[in-house]
Nanobody
Framework: QVQLVESGGGLVRAGGSLRLSCVASGNIFSINAMGWYRQAPGKQRELVAVRTRGGNTNYADSVKGRFTISRDNAKNSVSLQMSSLNPEDTAVYYC?????????WGQGTQVTVSS
């Protein structure tokens, strides 16, 4: 089992920045990928950015050049630096981890971008 606890998020004006952080506990040595997904009202949950233990990174096209994912394997943590935010980025952001083919999720943190 893996537990994920997020922090960060909140309300920001368009063009602003926010940073999300997530710390994993439990069976941390089995974690391969860690990252972030988001779900806007009325939409499906979508990938934002994911980074494997080996350093391979995948970003959604909509956030490339604006968001940066970082991961600290020693601290079992992953962060998402979000810049140039726009109202379309408004969503609940979920920390994600994959371990032995199983997906784990944090409780979610709200990010709201005002125009």
């Amino acid at each position: 089992q893996v537990q994920l606890v997020e922090s960060g998020g909140g309300l920001v004006r368009a063009g602003g920045s926010l940073r999300l952080s997530c710390v994993a506990s439990g069976n941390i040595f089995s974690i391969n990928a860690m990252g972030w997904y988001r779900q806007a009202p009325g939409k499906q949950r979508e990938l934002v950015a994911v980074r494997t233990r080996g350093g391979n990174t995948n970003y959604a096209d909509s956030v490339k050049g604006r968001f940066t994912i970082s991961r600290d394997n020693a601290k079992n943590s992953v962060s998402l630096q979000m810049s140039s935010l726009n109202p379309e980025d408004t969503a609940v952001y979920y920390c994600y981890a994959e371990s032995y083919g199983l997906d784990y999720w944090g409780q979610g943190t709200q990010v709201t971008v005002s125009s």
